[in-house]
Structures are given as structure tokens and as C-alpha cells.
């Protein structure tokens, strides 16, 4: 992409109200739009990262066998009725027609899944079975805030499980837990698991996955010397305290982002739909669910608020909107600057045709602008061409986090890029 024929473009202020990293940087760098208090838009540098972090999160879970759906947003009063949810969970959105007939907001969705599983799903012979789905949530929350972690429309992965058995769903529970901390991991994120109560309707375990983050909104406790993690609200050991694992290490305190989390559903919503399997004895049985969230829009704040400097932002690789910015230099002399442009365009082509995503800054604008306006956009290498290194047949490397540049001969560059990109 030529940052030419962006209709977005890097902001020298940075919002005087943002009140994190994410917030700040995202909307300087031209990432998101905020359009009221947590809805945002995604622009087009915003979007290929938020769609990256969703092909690796459906990746994996195709991986576990997840079969992709697309439900509605906009759903009928009558099953949220059916669950107690209408008047149980304070943060669904209702909605009234002209008509005067009421609707909900997708904010979870197994109000929906459990009757479009279950109708379909009669015998033992079709589990387990699992499906998610990618999209909008929408929610009434109290206090939008943290720039795109938390809003009250988000984008978000929900996956179903349905099962036979008890053993059968903690197979899953645990292959689910694994390929999770796995899929944060891709992220460059270390995800900790703490365990939780399954909320209003289920006295089962939950467990949430917390990245520490002093943007986040939940306070754990946690040992650095194993995996033992809980969070704070419902914890009966303090800070201080040896770990109930390892009695030599003491649990410390941190702010944290829930990104991801798992339920045990049990038989609830089976049976608030009344719609049993018929087991191998031909029983009638309500299957077990799990409901597996990730946050993906709130995956992509806490990327931004862990991997930024003083510059702007440091996407991982597996994220970043670009593998690379091509910085091509203006010059005085308008034959040397013609002979950059033309050399700058051909690289450009040719990386491009090679399939190496490139942004190429060919902007009319001064070295400073165009060095800065790359750190703070953060992709994670930068190759500037200039008049001078061309004359040396040279270009200049320097990948983001790095403090120097170094000079690479244009002969060798493509060759080294490509196994930059690869690596
Ligand atoms: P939280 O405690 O942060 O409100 P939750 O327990 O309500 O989260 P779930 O209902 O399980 O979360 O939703 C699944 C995932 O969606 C969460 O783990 C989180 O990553 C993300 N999420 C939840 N609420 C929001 C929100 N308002 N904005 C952005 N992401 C959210
Ligand atoms: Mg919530």
C-alpha cells in the first residue's frame, strides 16, 4: 500500500483525551475512530490487524475441531426470556420497534446457538460437537473505557461445545485451555489462567486468561514461581501469602486484561429450551455445553498497550497491518529525486508481486515526518532509500525495536527481506 492513497494519516497530536496507550496511540496512528464512548471505527490499518488476530484465532480453532457459523446480532425477546437473561443481565442491550416488539443485542450468544445446535443435534452419534462464530457484541456497559478494551460494541470470538458426558466435556475443557494459552502466545502475549466461578447461573469452574496490564481492569494475585493465578475478587489468600502450591514463593499483585475465558455451561441451557439427545440407551439427556470468549478487539488494545515506546506502537510480526515501510527519501537535486522515486517504485512492485506486504511511504513530506510517522505506525521493519545510500547502492535497515540502522546492498535486500518475512 502506498500511504499515498490512504485516506487516513498519522496525527502529530495525540488525542488530548485518550486515557491509555491503546487509545492514544490507535487513534494517532489512524488505527481506529473513535465514534462515541466505546464504538469504534476500524480503519483500514486497524482492520488488517484486527483480521489478523482473527485468522489466527479461527485458525486454532478449526484446529479443535470449531465449526464456523455466523449468527445474528439482532435476536427475539422470547429466548432471552426463556434463560432468565432478559432481566438477569444488566448489560443487554434492548431494543423496541415501532411496532412496538422488543429485541435484544447479541452480548453472548447461547441463547441463539443452543436451539440452532440442539434442534438439529438429537442423537449421541452427533457430539460432541463444537461451533463459534466471529463478530459483533454488544453490551450497556456502565464505563466504556481503556481505548478499545473495553466497549459496548466489540468484536468477539464465542464458541459452543456440546457433550455427552462430564468426562467428555473435561477433555475438551482441558484441550480448549491448551490451545488458548497456545493461540495468546502467538500474540507475543503470556496469558496467566485463573480460576473463577462460573458466574450467576453455574456454581461449575470458569477460568479467565489475564495478561498483565496496568490498562486492564482486574486485579490478580499470582506466583512467579508456578502457574497458580487468581483473581483478586474472589480470592481467600492475599498478597504476601505463600503460594498454596509452592510454599517458597510468595503470590504478588497485579492489574491485569481479561482476554480470553471458558465456561462449564452444564445442562442449562438444554433444558431451559427443553431439548434433550437421545442417549445410547435411548434415554433422553441434555447435553453438557461449554462457551469458550476471546476478546479479539480487546486482544488488539493489549497488544498495543504491551508493545509500545515513547515512539508509538511495536506490532508483533504475526500482527503488524505491514511486514515492512518503505521510507523513499525526497532530495534537492530533481533527477536524483526522480531516480529514488523510480528505484523506490520498483522495489515496491517487485516485493509486492513476491507477496511481502509493504507500505510505502511515498508521501512529499520531510525525513523527520516520515521517521516518525513509521515509529509510530510500528510495523516492524523500516528500509529508507535515500540519494545518498543509492549512490552506494545501498539501502538502510532498521528494524523497529532496534536503536541503529545499518546499511544492506540493494543487491542482497530482497532476498534478505524475504527471509525477514519468514522467519
Ligand atoms: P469482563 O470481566 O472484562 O467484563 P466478561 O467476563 O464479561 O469480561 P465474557 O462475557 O466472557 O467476558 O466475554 C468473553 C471475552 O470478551 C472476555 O474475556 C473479554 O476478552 C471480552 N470482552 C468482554 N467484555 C468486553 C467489552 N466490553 N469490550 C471488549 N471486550 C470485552
Ligand atoms: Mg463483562
Redesign the pocket.
Known amino acids: 500500500m502506498r500511504s499515498s492513497h490512504l485516506f487516513t494519516k498519522t496525527e502529530r497530536q495525540a488525542p488530548h483525551d485518550a486515557d491509555t496507550a491503546n487509545a492514544r496511540l490507535l487513534i494517532q496512528g489512524g488505527f481506529v475512530d473513535p465514534l462515541m464512548a ?1 464504538v469504534y471505527s476500524y480503519l483500514p490499518l486497524g482492520l488488517r490487524v484486527l483480521r489478523r488476530i482473527e485468522a489466527i484465532v479461527r485458525e486454532e480453532m478449526n484446529k479443535l475441531g470449531g465449526q464456523e457459523v455466523l449468527m445474528p446480532t439482532l435476536h427475539p425477546k422470547d429466548p432471552w426470556v426463556k434463560t432468565g437473561g432478559w432481566d438477569s443481565i444488566d ?1 443487554l442491550f434492548k431494543i423496541k420497534s415501532r411496532t412496538g416488539n422488543e429485541y435484544a443485542l447479541g ?2 450468544e447461547e441463547e441463539i446457538v443452543t436451539p440452532l445446535v440442539l434442534s438439529r443435534a438429537k442423537s449421541y452419534k452427533q457430539f460432541p460437537l463444537a461451533v463459534y462464530q466471529i463478530h459483533w ?1 454488544y ?1 450497556d ?1 456502565l464505563r ?1 473505557k481503556s481505548g ?5 460494541e ?1 468484536f ?1 470470538k ?1 464458541m459452543y461445545s456440546f457433550h455427552t458426558s462430564q468426562e467428555d466435556f473435561d477433555r475438551f475443557y482441558q484441550q480448549a485451555k491448551e490451545v488458548y494459552l497456545r493461540l495468546f502466545s502467538r500474540f507475543g502475549l503470556t496469558a496467566k489462567v485463573t480460576e473463577a466461578s462460573g ?1 450467576a447461573f453455574s456454581k461449575k469452574v470458569s477460568y ?2 489475564m495478561v498483565l496490564t496496568d490498562a486492564g ?2 486485579d490478580i494475585l499470582y506466583c512467579e514461581r508456578c502457574d497458580f493465578c487468581v483473581n483478586k475478587e474472589i480470592a481467600t489468600v492475599k498478597e504476601g501469602d505463600a503460594c498454596p502450591r509452592k510454599q517458597d514463593g510468595a503470590l504478588k499483585s497485579a492489574r491485569a ?5 471458558v ?1 462449564d455451561l452444564g445442562t442449562k441451557y438444554g433444558q431451559d429450551f427443553d431439548l434433550p439427545f437421545i442417549d445410547a440407551d435411548g434415554n433422553k439427556q441434555f447435553p453438557i455445553m461449554g ?1 469458550y ?3 479479539i ?3 488488539m488494545g493489549v497488544i498495543v498497550e504491551k508493545f509500545n515506546d515513547e515512539k508509538g506502537i511495536i506490532w508483533p510480526k504475526s500482527v503488524s497491518p505491514f511486514a515492512v515501510t518503505l521510507v523513499s527519501l525526497s532530495n534537492k537535486d530533481p533527477e536524483v529525486q526522480r531516480q529514488v522515486s523510480e528505484r523506490a517504485a520498483e522495489l515496491y512492485e517487485e516485493w509486492t508481486k513476491q507477496g511481502i506486504e509493504v507500505f510505502w511511504d511515498d508521501r512529499d513530506a520531510s525525513p523527520g515526518e516520515k521517521f516518525s510517522s513509521a515509529d509510530l505506525l510500528g510495523f516492524p521493519l523500516r528500509l529508507v532509500l535515500s540519494g545518498r545510500t543509492m549512490a552506494d547502492g545501498m539501502i538502510e535497515w532498521k528494524g523497529r525495536t532496534e536503536a541503529e540502522s545499518r546499511l544492506v546492498p540493494l543487491a542482497d535486500i530482497t532476498e534478505k527481506l524475504m527471509m525477514f518475512v519468514n522467519e
Open positions: 466505546g448489560v452480548q453472548s457484541k453490551r456497559e466504556a478499545i478494551m473495553r466497549g459496548r466489540f468477539m464465542d458466574g479467565e486468561f481492569e482486574d486484561s481479561e482476554v480470553g475465558n465456561f462457551c470468549g476471546i476478546g478487539s480487546r486482544v
